[in-house]
């Protein structure tokens, strides 16, 4: 028999999510975070369910007014709790009570499909903002993992003038070989010169606000990161137009990031 699943929160995505699995024949149930729950209700359904999707980045939230203890602890014996990534605090938090916790970017073809979303968005994101092409553009890729990758593979479509600036030499070699320039971290002052739109997929402070101040006067900085952020939001210049690209897959594509999401769940249900 299906088990039965208990949706909690999260943005579009996991509403979607409900449809795919209810249409695939599994019993689902659904709250939502937007709007005001009886608390009491959830915890009796969380009770009962020993399978729930969370949403997609776990960190200190209260989730549908329910904060982490008082979730867990309502939570079946052994339950498994899916999210896309969590913080120490739910992880360690999760064993403490014997759950599983599933981490679902932690699947190799999740995570490139949610790159591919989250880069595909951040082009669309800016180019809604500027009201002009990415056509000759001067872009500046901070980061290297999957989402600066994908990102650069967009960006060359459009305009030659893409750079990475990065610490990872293994992977900076790899997009050298693609007709991407690659410049050192400590090189950040050169890279931004003159550059019209920075991405930064690094979530740490590597990006110095003095070197942003060497951006063209247009300039926008696109943070894709999770706290703490590239540079320290307040730092960056003014003059710049600083935009947050998080949760883009969920926000522009969530059909496509829910039907990613649903492919790899789909296993632990049967």
């Known amino acids: 028999m299906k088990p039965n699943l208990l949706i909690l929160g999260g943005d579009q995505r996991n ?3 409900l449809d795919i699995l209810r249409e695939r024949g599994f019993s689902v149930e659904y709250f939502s975070d937007t709007r005001r729950e009886n608390t ?3 915890l009796q359904h969380i009770s009962q369910t020993e399978y729930q999707l969370l949403p997609m980045m776990l ?3 209260p989730i549908c007014g329910i904060d982490r203890a008082e979730l ?3 939570c079946p014996a052994h339950s498994h709790l899916f999210c896309g990534a969590a ?3 739910w992880i360690k938090a999760c064993q403490d009570k014997g759950h599983c916790l599933v981490q679902l970017l932690q699947n190799e073809t999740l995570a490139a499909e949610n790159a591919y979303y989250t880069a595909e968005g951040a082009i669309g994101l800016v180019q809604e903002l500027s009201k002009a092409s990415m056509y000759q553009t001067k872009c500046v890729v901070v980061g290297s993992g999957r989402i600066a990758t994908a990102l650069c593979r967009m960006l060359k479509i459009h305009t030659p003038y893409v750079t ?4 990872n030499k293994k992977r900076m070699a790899e997009l050298a070989l693609q007709q991407i320039g690659c410049l050192e971290i400590e090189q950040q002052g050169n890279a931004f010169e003159n550059a019209e739109i920075v991405f930064n997929t690094v979530p740490d402070t590597i990006i110095d606000p003095g070197a942003l101040c060497k951006m063209a006067k247009t300039g926008i900085y696109v943070e894709l990161a999770s706290a703490p952020y590239g540079c320290p939001w307040e730092r960056i210049p003014d003059g710049i137009h600083k935009v947050l690209g998080n949760g883009l897959p969920g926000k522009r594509f969530p059909f496509s990031a829910a ?3 649903a ?3 789909v296993p632990y249900l049967i």
């Open 15 to 17: 509403r979607i999510v």
């Open 40 to 42: 009491q209700a959830i």
């Open 59 to 61: 960190a200190e939230q």
């Open 72 to 74: 867990l602890e309502a």
């Open 87 to 89: 913080t120490q605090h």
């Open 164 to 167: 990475v600036l990065a610490r």
């Open 259 to 261: 039907k990613s999401m």
């Open 263 to 265: 492919e790899v769940m």
